[in-house]
């Protein structure tokens, strides 16, 4: 990860983390606050001496942040990110595990980070009230399939019919 190349172009640092290198660089010190915060919480579980074991591919902060704007920005598989950053997907996932409630603490503490929990469509239409069309993308849930071919199709049907039920109370 060649981070001094992304931070000398502002349009390349843009297109990997979202930010401006000015943005990027007003971030590090609160970033470099809370990440120092976390470590301070962790270091009592601690089994072996501050500074021991390796030393790792995200050295200094600006490389950590870097890391999880990157992460948040394509959104990469943990196979992808890790040849990217050159280390194993593993060790990936973990520094997401690590840096990502770092980045929201951060986030959260500057109040700059999005409100994500809208409960209602009172709510919803309060908080957008320009809004004409919404578009939900959803999972399905898992259901055991009967053997039975009639059961089948019973089941179907009332799964159906529950689904159009659910959207009805939505709008």
């Not at 074991?53 to 196979?79: A, C, Q, S, W």
């Not at 999005?114 to 919803?124: D, N, Q």
């Amino acid at each position: 990860m060649n981070l001094a190349t992304a931070l000398k172009n502002d349009r390349l640092c843009k297109s990997l983390t979202g930010l401006s290198v000015e943005e990027f660089t007003r971030l590090v010190p609160d970033f470099k606050w809370n990440y120092k915060e976390s470590r301070i919480a962790a270091k009592a579980n601690r089994t072996r001496k501050y500074g021991g074991g390796r030393t790792g591919n995200l050295v200094t902060i600006e490389h950590k942040l870097f890391f999880i704007l990157l992460y948040l920005k394509m959104y990469p598989t943990f196979d992808v990110l890790g040849w990217i950053t050159g280390f194993e997907k593993t060790r990936a996932n973990r520094w997401v595990g690590i840096l990502l409630p770092i980045l929201e603490q951060t986030l959260e503490r500057k109040m700059v980070l999005p409100e994500r929990k809208i409960t209602t469509v009172e709510e919803l239409v309060r908080k957008f009230p320009g809004i004409k069309d919404i578009l939900i993308d959803g999972t399905e849930r898992r259901v055991q399939r009967p053997k039975n071919k009639k059961k089948q199709k019973e089941t179907k049907q009332t799964l159906f019919r529950e689904k159009e039920s659910s959207y009805e109370k939505k709008i």
